[in-house]
């Protein structure tokens, strides 16, 4: 009778010491409980592997995640709909403001380093493409039909990105050039996989999706979309690069951008937990699985040598 009297006692003062918000309910940890997210569509594949990854770990814990543009993610962080956000950029002074007139100091982490593929039909035989020509054509400069073509045959007549809202197209206009409205032949569809879809049944339109798509080359998914579309090697002056993982660590292939986790978490919660899973050993090897390239821990580069012995 004492023990279970004992017992009793013990649970009380367990349950009492469990941290509860103002309206009695019990908070999540940095290991257990649920929270929602928002992240750019284009990120998706590698979210949901450092969330199933996260998730398999602890299993008390579950991350509802919530993909769309860039801007929607970023604002569903800001009207306090999504404890995290995880988009392709830093904040910028103004938004960080947003943030901190609701006294809430946001943290920043960067996941990974990943790139934008530029892709084309399979029967185009041509299968490179400069930065000039490509600001030239998302500028209205030149008409495609006519610049970005060796022949007639394999001419590009549209250009086909993810969403209207995307951070593929945000930035382009940031490190490329500054432009406004895009030419009447560029256009969103609905996703990186819409993307792929068109252009695999379109010989002369050109797709931009985040290279995460097709990275991994252990993945079906990855592995169907390479089947059916032609990745373009990209040239900032007169050596072409493909998005291969090595010459994006290396810093060759020009399309490069970051992936960022923005937290608006005031304490340590179970956004603050998988924002430190993502950035440890385990994490990070998620990232490097993935064919991107980790920004917390180094990568092996070995160059083969062809030369007869």
């Not at 982490?109 to 530029?118: K, P």
Request: charged share 20%.
């Amino acid at each position: 009778m004492r023990t279970m009297l004992q017992l009793c006692i013990v649970i009380a003062l367990l349950t009492s010491c469990v941290d509860k918000d103002r309206n009695g309910n019990v908070l999540d940890t940095p290991t257990a409980g649920m929270i929602t997210i928002t992240a750019d569509e284009a990120l998706k594949p590698l979210i949901d592997a450092e969330i199933k990854a996260f998730e398999g770990i602890y299993h008390n814990a579950q991350i509802e995640v919530l993909y769309t543009s860039e801007g929607e993610a970023l604002d569903g962080m800001f009207k306090d709909s999504a404890r995290l956000a995880i988009i392709t950029r830093r904040l910028v002074k103004s938004e960080q403001k947003m943030l901190l007139d609701q006294t809430i100091v946001p943290q920043q982490l960067t996941l990974a380093m990943d790139g934008i593929a530029l892709i084309s039909n399979r029967q185009r035989a041509d299968s490179t493409i400069t930065l000039d020509e490509l600001t030239k054509i998302l500028t209205g400069r030149i008409e495609p039909v006519n610049q970005f073509a060796k022949t007639q045959s394999t001419a590009i007549s549209q250009v086909v990105f993810d969403q209207r809202n995307s951070g593929i197209i945000r930035f382009l206009r940031d490190s490329l050039i500054s432009f406004d409205n895009l030419p009447s032949y560029c256009f969103a569809v609905n996703n990186n996989a819409a993307v792929v879809e068109y252009i695999s049944q379109h010989p002369k339109a050109l797709g931009l999706i985040d290279v995460s798509w097709i990275s991994d080359r252990d993945d079906s998914t990855a592995n169907s979309f390479l089947n059916s579309i032609r990745v373009l090697g990209v040239s900032a002056d007169s050596a072409f690069y493909q998005p291969y993982q090595a010459y994006m660590a290396q810093g060759k292939y020009p399309l490069i951008r970051e992936v960022v986790m923005i937290s608006r978490e005031a304490r340590s919660g179970l956004a603050s937990g998988f924002m430190a899973f993502v950035a440890s050993d385990k994490g990070q090897r998620i990232v490097l699985k993935s064919g991107l390239v980790p920004a917390t821990m180094p990568i092996r580069i070995i160059e083969v040598n062809h030369e007869p012995f």
